[in-house]
């Protein structure tokens, strides 16, 4: 049969519009080259502001709802080879649909920014020099003087394959020319390359440790299910060799020509960790992070979805990444929260990597010493197999916690006359103290010391944080920041004096009580230079610092041998959290923190200052036992009915007026068909209402049955899109929220 009649592209576009658009083929295009997952430009906009638009080709249909007459045809097609698979595309759309968020969005979200912007999809060459038969031996007349020459000869002899800029670099600033003339003599030839990464192999000469009892059944649990979907939570405490199980299954997922892909929290994703990979595996790995340039990002995508990378490693939205051969995801760390998107497309990385390993009848890996309350529930529903690792491998022992009353005690600008003792004594031997406080800066508060007054944000109901490095005050809401104020506004003499210790005071004390110590600050504000993380992390493995004064950043992964003392300063703080997660965030970082500590063979201690000691939380910490508290707080969830037990959703509106945002979510929530099991809260204004000079206020919508919650966004959505709003009104929905503050 002849087919004359044209077939209709549905193209996804980067809009905020929940829908789709149809187009026509190119003309002089044959249509049996398009294919869905592949990238075309479109005409799109008013005739006024038309420009051409990149969107990726959804479905092929042969009806639209609209005159096929009136359709506009696509201006180009991209892609030969689609970006995506049937079964990546079918993944997106799933995405969208689950979080009721444009699939053009969504589709664009997992795309590099090259490829978004038109780009072609081939990998970059590289420029390499490469020697010549035709070239002199080294000692030939012709080169006696022409040392340069030599010298970049006998560096080319060296490498068969080639020398690229960075290498030949090094002969000094006049290299290019030495080449060229080189290439004039024809001993040399110029060559261009597309970046790769090397083969891979297993090195048998690597040294791999024996696997202890429970790492075996762990590693043979897993390979047992290699060809199929099941989820497994790796539940270990620090250092009991999860990471040596990734290994072990990594190896037999590469050995059957297949790709591992390993999400890591964001803060955790450092040079320490890939060295590791890179020393395991002689192989083709290739790392997504956020510090990559635009051209990098797109070749370590390409080199994951062309299949030639065995590895792919990366922050959260490396879960977008295409791999044709995919044999494992791993989700380190699972229960952080940086796996979550808080704005636009708000994912969730871990559960997309459940789906995606579904859809890919693949094993997932979810791997943390303190899982989040959503696992442990789902291996309670046998949605996932429970895989215990309780004894630290090697020699290192658990460490053990200790409270520390401050109630009665007077604190030296923040640390008890204890914590200093266990510092002194930790000193002595050698060894290296951390000390964690989850607030960067001076001091949080700037107060007049006679009226009281405060400084806060101009644009946030916030406080300004003093940062004395700086002289600056910041807000860590707005980011806005001002020359640091000396006096009170109201009673001009008076000085403005600092309340309340962050992580740059406590440096600053520390150094004055141990003038010998190194003491070394590891925050967003220290570290905010490319590379300054890394670099001191080599320090504290190198010994070059004594006493680590770090925020969260510093709980994350990190294997620190000589740590052996921990003191947690400002544990109250979310003790008490409007979040109804904020005391499982809490009891997380403890045992994370706890984790660093005594991780080789010097048994570790860890101190927590606190004004609560009898508080149920704690007390079931001092056990160093996440799984008893994690039964505790599941009950407490399980009677409130508060996730996992249900699940919600929160619809989020900021305006510039106050009062415009509690209007629409009003609005918003008379459109909802309520049914018995539906639950709504709200509207409220957000715990901090004005922020950035935005008014917030949020809607929570919860039930315990998830089918039928989003049966009603289905119907509701639409709704809420078409309702009318100020101009200035931005509104969001947010499935699953980690932050309901
Ligand atoms: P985790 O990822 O659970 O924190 P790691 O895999 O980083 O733990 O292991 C902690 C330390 O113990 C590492 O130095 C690792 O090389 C070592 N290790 C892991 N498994 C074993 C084992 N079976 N025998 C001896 N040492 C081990
Ligand atoms: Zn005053
Ligand atoms: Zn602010």
């Known amino acids: 049969m002849v087919d004359s009649k044209p077939r209709i592209l549905r193209v996804a576009l980067p809009i905020p519009l929940r829908r789709v658009f149809d187009y026509l083929p190119p003309e002089n295009v044959d249509q049996s080259t398009l294919k869905p997952g592949a990238r075309v430009k479109v005409p799109f906009g008013s005739s006024k502001k038309k420009a051409d638009r990149v969107g990726v080709i959804l479905e092929i249909v042969d009806d639209s709802e609209f005159e096929i007459g009136k359709l506009k045809a696509c201006s180009e097609v991209l892609d030969l080879d689609p970006l995506f698979s049937k079964q990546q595309l079918d993944l997106l759309k799933w995405a969208s649909a689950y979080y009721h968020h444009s699939v053009g969005e969504v589709i664009f979200s997992a795309i590099p920014t090259l490829l978004r912007q038109g780009a072609t999809a081939t990998l970059p060459t590289t420029r390499s020099w490469r020697l010549l038969a035709t070239a002199p031996e080294p000692n030939d007349n012709s080169l006696k003087r022409a040392v340069k020459q030599a010298e970049m000869l006998e560096q080319l002899r060296q490498q068969s394959r080639g020398l690229q800029a960075e290498n030949l670099k090094q002969l000094g600033s006049g290299w290019r020319n030495v080449i060229s003339k080189l290439i004039e003599k024809g001993w040399v030839e110029e060559i261009e390359t597309e970046i790769s990464c090397s083969p891979t192999h297993i090195d048998s000469t690597v040294q791999r440790p024996d696997l202890n ?23 270990g405490v620090t250092g009991s060799g999860k990471t040596e199980v990734y290994f072990r299954v990594i190896e037999k997922v590469i050995s059957k020509q297949r790709q591992a892909l390993i999400l890591i929290p964001e803060i955790g994703l450092t040079k320490q960790l890939i060295d590791r990979f890179k020393a395991r595996f ?51 760390e699972e229960h952080d929260s940086s796996y979550k998107q808080q704005d636009g497309f708000r994912y969730s990385a871990r559960d997309i990597a459940i789906v995606r390993a579904q859809h890919e009848k693949i094993p997932v890996i979810l791997g943390s010493a303190t899982p989040a309350l959503e696992s442990l529930n789902n291996v309670k529903q046998e949605k996932c197999r429970h895989l215990i690792l309780p004894e630290r491998a090697g020699k290192a022992v658990p460490p053990t916690i200790g409270f520390l009353d401050i109630r009665s005690s007077d604190l030296n600008n923040g640390l008890s006359k204890i914590l200093i003792e266990k510092i002194k004594h930790c000193l002595a031997d050698n060894k290296q103290a951390l000390l964690f406080l989850n607030r960067r800066g001076f001091s949080p508060v700037m107060m007049c010391h006679d009226c009281g007054w405060i400084a806060s944000c101009r ?68 570290t905010s230079k490319k590379g300054e993380m890394d670099r001191m992390l080599a320090m504290i493995q190198n010994n070059e610092a004594d006493i680590l004064v770090g925020t969260q950043m510093l709980s994350k992964g990190h294997h620190f041998p000589n740590v052996t003392l921990v003191g947690i300063l400002d544990a ?47 007390h079931a910490l001092s056990k160093y036992d996440f799984s008893g508290l994690a039964e505790q707080l599941m009950q407490e969830r399980s009677d409130a009915l508060l996730p996992p037990f249900s699940s919600m959703i929160m619809l989020r509106a900021e305006a510039s007026q106050a009062g415009d945002a509690m209007n629409f979510l009003l609005d918003a929530k008379a459109q909802i068909s309520h049914s018995e099991q539906v639950e709504v809260w709200g509207p409220m204004v957000a715990q901090m209402e004005r922020r950035a000079g935005r008014f917030r206020a949020q809607l929570i919508v919860q039930s315990t049955q998830r089918q039928l919650l989003h049966r009603m966004l289905d119907q509701w959505i639409p709704k809420v899109e078409s309702l009318k709003k100020p101009y200035s009104l931005r509104w969001s929905l947010d499935v699953d929220p980690q932050d309901t503050f």
């Not at 790995?285 to 797109?298: A, F, P």
């Not at 946030?460 to 860590?476: E, G, K, P, V, Y």
Request: charged share 20%; aromatic share 4%.
């Open 459 to 526: 644009h946030c109901d916030a406080n300004l944080t003093f940062h004395q490095a700086a002289r600056q005050m910041r807000c860590h809401h707005c980011g806005s920041q001002q020359r640091m104020q000396t006096h009170c506004p109201d009673c001009e003499d008076s000085e403005l004096v600092p309340i309340g210790q962050g992580t740059e005071q406590v440096t600053e004390i520390l150094e004055q009580m141990f003038p010998e110590a190194r003491v070394l600050r590891i925050d967003r504000d220290s």
């Open 213 to 235: 009892k429970h790492q075996t059944i762990a590693v043979d649990e897993i390979s047992s299910q290699i060809d199929t979907f099941q989820t497994f939570l790796l539940d």
């Open 282 to 332: 002689s192989c083709s790995i290739t790392v997504l992070h956020s510090g990559l340039s635009d051209k990098e990002r797109m070749s370590a995508w390409l080199l994951a979805s062309q299949g030639k990378a065995s590895i792919v490693i990366g922050t959260r939205s490396a879960i977008w990444t295409p791999t044709p051969k995919l044999g494992v995801i791993i989700v380190d």
């Open 572 to 618: 109250d703080n979310r003790l008490y959290g409007a979040d109804f997660r904020s005391t499982e965030r809490l009891a997380q970082l403890i045992i994370q923190v706890a984790g660093r500590a005594g991780r080789a063979e010097h048994p570790g201690e860890v101190y927590i200052q606190t004004h609560h000691p009898e508080h149920p939380v704690l």
